[in-house]
């Protein structure tokens, strides 16, 4: 009865200790403050979008007047849905080229003036941009990846049969098939009924006759009587060969056919770094400034993505979860010959101003996506 009052005690204690820290959070939960929704301009939201030649899905700005894409419609979702109404009534859009210039330049060129009240389009939340501009909360995953080319796919009959062993491997087994027969021969030539020896066969039947006697053994074994003690030894050896040939063979044959080569280890920095290649990236973007160490060449378009990795100009390309989501939804199921690696660090594309959205599913899905816009949220399989 003690028990059941002790353990009663510390129910209402937890509890009361739980509804304290409960209230006492209430006053922590972060508050939309009313000047952050003040434009600058007063009625017009200046806006400053990126704009570059790849990519047009997510965002793409060739005209200020109606920019167009994943980006821009998430962000209009996000302003019909704001529980406090903001001060402007229209938006004023200004594009920037993204080329030449990168999108820490887009962001110091917010920053320097005051021209610009926020920055709409795929720009990344790093810890290097946080000190600088403030983001709101992320509306899409853009953690980075490695896409290659497969490695090493099987190849189709009946090359498959061959691919056991190498070249010089088969050379080994055809030549101890001639020397295992003319060493057996040789030693039976002098066991040999003098009056069945031909005399001066020809080279080509001499030759006939060696390989047929080696090969004959693994099939008609009691056909061919050896009476020389060490051509039994010989024999005895030449067949311990082929049983273990045979087993190995048969083994990585199996695993050839069975093992699927595409679940292969996702591939790390470290081992495209010993493969003395460049690796591409996309023009702009934040691989650039984190991986200065490497050997980086930049890519302007989709087209050249697929390109340089069948060339094998580019050991691989590292870029971001949507480009690659979008990439691999443009490839041709029959051509898709690419491997994704795991993710390499957790980030998302954000809105740079003073705004504090809240990305919930009702404002992400306010608006019907096309097809390669839905490619742009799944994760890269």
């Known amino acids: 009865m003690r028990s059941c009052e002790s353990h009663s005690f510390v129910s209402y204690y937890l509890y009361g200790i739980f509804l304290f820290l409960f209230v006492s959070s209430l006053s922590w939960l972060p508050k939309v403050d009313c000047d952050s929704l003040v434009s600058r301009s007063g009625e017009v939201l200046n806006v400053l979008v990126p704009n570059k030649t790849v990519f047009k899905e997510l965002v793409e700005c060739t005209d200020s007047a ?94 498959v049969f061959l691919q056991p062993f190498s070249k010089e491997t088969w050379g080994v087994l055809v030549g101890s098939i001639f020397l295992t027969g003319f060493t057996l021969w040789v030693l039976e030539l002098s066991n040999t009924d003098p009056h069945r020896i031909q005399r001066n066969p020809p080279r080509f039947g001499k030759l006939v006759k060696i390989f047929w006697f080696v090969t004959s053994i693994m099939f008609f074994l009691r056909r061919e009587k050896t009476k020389n003690p060490l051509s039994k030894f010989v024999m005895m050896a030449w067949i311990l060969f082929l049983i273990l040939f045979s087993s190995i063979y048969t083994a990585t044959l199996s695993s050839i056919l069975t093992v699927n080569e595409r679940s292969q280890k996702a591939l790390t920095f470290d081992e495209l770094n010993k493969t003395n290649k460049p690796i591409g990236f996309q023009v702009g973007s934040v691989v650039e400034d984190r991986h200065k160490s490497f050997q980086l060449k930049a890519l302007y378009n989709m087209t050249q993505y697929g390109e340089e990795l069948r060339s094998k100009k580019v050991s691989a390309i590292v870029d971001e979860i949507p480009y690659i989501s979008l990439f691999l939804a443009d490839q041709p199921d029959s051509n898709c010959t690419f491997s994704v690696g795991q993710k390499l660090t957790i980030e998302g594309l954000g809105f740079v101003g003073p705004f504090e959205f809240e990305f919930t599913t009702p404002s992400k899905n306010s608006y019907k996506r096309s097809k390669k816009e839905e490619a742009i949220s799944k994760p890269c399989t």
């Open 66 to 159: 109606n920019p167009k894409g994943f980006c821009i419609d998430v962000f209009n979702s996000a302003i019909r849905v704001l529980s406090l109404k903001p001060n402007w009534t229209s938006v004023n859009y200004t594009c920037m080229e993204i080329g030449h210039l990168t999108y820490d330049d887009l962001l110091r060129n917010f920053t320097d003036g005051e021209d610009y009240d926020a920055v709409v389009g795929d720009v990344t939340v790093s810890e290097k941009r946080l000190k600088n501009v403030n983001f709101t909360q992320t509306y899409l995953d853009s953690g980075i990846v490695i896409v290659s080319l497969d490695r090493d796919i099987p190849p189709t009959f009946p090359g």
